[in-house]
């Protein structure tokens, strides 16, 4: 009776794609490749695959992005699903949409050779196979309503940063310019930053001071009741 159900349905395929979003003087770039097999060989399209037999559709998504890295364990967040009966040419598609951050430093650069991957400023995003362009409007989008509550955006970062490094990022995640005052005034009154005593002094003689994202401290604070707004 189970077997016949089922087998009155009609099957198609369900797939993931990741919309990996690296940052970069000042820019954030999304990693892209050219496919080298049909249906649109030789256009640019996100980084994706099938969902596996016995894979969970968060475990497809974290070994995309893990073949595609060499990174375990990369932060990650589902973006939605993406339906449309005629988005694929191949066959019937479903596919659901994650975003992963990530700082470009940390990639396996002999694996972007292997995908053909490149990393690609967002203003100059080209025309992507399928919905792609839309999954990475909606990314940006839903990005920047969890930055401004969840400290996401240190994962772009380098472990070590300044001050100005980290109010470029919050600029290009919310594409304004933000007060600088008052973006330290926040930084400040929220205490989750630990200065060190090292200075990058690339940008002048004086320097700006290193920080770290204190993680453990944030938690503990969470846990109280801590609510994160930038």
Known sequence: MTAAFYQNEVKFFVAVDCII?????GELNVLLYKRNFEPLKGQWSLMGGFIKSGESVNEAASRVLTECSGIDNLFMDQVGAYGDVTRDLGERVISVAYYSLVNMNDFNRELLKEHNAEWVKISEIPELIFDHNQMVADTLARLKRKAATCPIGFNLLPEKFTLPQLQSLYEAIYQTPLDK???RKKLNSMDILEKLD????KGSKRGAFYYMFNK???DRLLNQGFYFSL
């Open 216 to 218: 453990e401290k944030y």
């Open 198 to 201: 090292e200075k990058d002094k």
């Open 21 to 25: 979003l690296g940052f970069n003087s």
């Open 181 to 183: 005052r008052n973006f």
